[in-house]
């Protein structure tokens, strides 16, 4: 074993990124040549092998995509277990004023290898969850950028971790299924097979950390979200998008159309729910994981019963479909349901919402919002 590799795999077993009995897989670890590589490691890393006795106690986490739908509401969890200095936002666009004031903010873009090795360096990083990504729908309207994020970026992501020895999260998706693939219900290993780039690149991201894991010891983590509902962050161009838009319309005009057809189901979940896995994965020991790669579930749905469940609430509610055929033709090579029985036995996963609990939350949430906001509410 390589000098350096024996001193990550022991800062690594410090901090828990490896069980007793794990640490055999590790192997020497492939890397990008830097000439420079040690003029650029910042003073805290240089003494890391004499002061290894004090070394944090909490991960250091950093958030790529920290802007999109699930950055946010992931960093004030993590924030409230290990401390706002410890968990690091960024995105490559300008954060709000509330998000700045919660904790630390960074500008960094994926496709910038020596930026963002220098933040993981310079910001003492053990932790990295990578939730840079173009969605389903925004992807297929232009892949040579959904390949350059989803692809380049998760390269450049995967040989970091390597290179740092981190704990890597990168989130998949219902996306990553095909129409070939078992849809009642999708369990975590079977035919794949997508359609769309989005779920290629994710396929891809599952089978490189794998791999990579498996070869090097890499600390690989990835969980295949369902359709993820919240209020805080507008739509980003998923297929699912509609679960969270009906909610706003719902309070707004009454009104909503609806872009799959009545009868699409698809499963659901919470972004409480989706944080909460998420941060209970990140946390099982590493020894306990029998995959790399999970399902979750909570709930699955139709846009007609999400309607008829929203009308126990507000019983004026309209809804009109209108299929768009790209959105359509995805969700109908989606799973209708996930298996989650793996992640139920290895590390204890279970929802608390159920669609009943989704929606009386979400009216709730949605109402609060606009009041705050000074919207008009029906």
């Not at 910042?42 to 890391?48: A, I, K, L, T, V």
């Not at 070939?180 to 975590?188: K, L, V």
Request: some cysteine; aromatic content about 8%.
């Amino acid at each position: 074993m390589q000098p350096g590799v024996q001193k990550c795999v022991t800062t690594a077993a410090f901090l828990g990124l490896f069980c007793r009995g794990c640490l055999s897989r590790v192997q020497s670890w492939p890397s990008r040549s830097f000439s420079s590589a040690s003029s650029q490691m910042s003073r805290w890393n240089s003494q890391e092998s004499s002061n290894s006795q004090n070394l944090p106690e909490n991960p250091r986490v950093l958030i790529t995509g920290g802007l999109g739908q699930l950055g946010v509401g992931l960093a004030q969890m993590l924030r409230k277990q290990y401390g706002k200095e410890n968990v690091i936002l960024s995105d490559i666009k300008k954060p709000p004023p509330h998000v700045v004031a919660n904790g630390p903010f960074v500008y960094a873009d994926v496709l910038d290898y020596k930026h963002l090795r220098e933040l993981i360096v310079n910001n003492r990083i053990t932790w990295l969850v990578h939730y840079s990504a173009l969605l389903s729908a925004v992807g297929e309207a232009n892949v040579a950028l959904a390949r350059k994020i989803n692809i380049t970026g998760l390269h450049n992501v995967l040989d970091l971790a390597l290179e740092n020895c981190l704990r890597l999260f990168v989130p998949s998706t219902i996306g990553a299924f095909g129409p070939s693939s078992p849809r009642d219900p999708a369990p975590d290993l079977c035919v794949q097979r997508p359609r769309t780039i989005y779920g290629v690149s994710k396929v891809h991201g599952e089978l490189m950390g794998e791999y990579l894991h498996h070869k090097y010891g890499l600390d690989f983590r990835c969980l295949r979200y369902p359709g993820v509902i919240s209020v805080n962050t507008p739509p980003g161009g998923g297929t699912t998008d509609y679960a969270v838009q009906i909610f706003h319309d719902a309070l707004s005009t009454g009104h909503h159309e609806c872009y799959l057809r009545p009868d699409t189901r698809l499963p659901m979940m919470h972004i409480s729910d989706c944080h909460r896995a998420t941060v209970e994965f990140m946390q099982t020991p590493e020894c306990q994981l029998s995959l790399r790669t999970y399902n979750i579930a909570a709930m699955s749905f139709t846009p007609e019963e999400v309607a008829q469940e929203i009308r126990k609430h507000l019983p004026h509610l309209k809804v009109t479909y209108n299929p768009d055929s790209v959105r359509q033709t995805i969700a109908d090579s989606w799973p209708v349901r996930f298996d989650d029985s793996n992640a139920r036995r290895d590390w204890g996963w279970a929802p608390a919402f159920g669609i009943e609990e989704l929606v009386s939350d979400m009216l709730r949430s949605v109402r609060d919002k606009r009041t705050n906001e000074s919207f008009s509410v029906t």
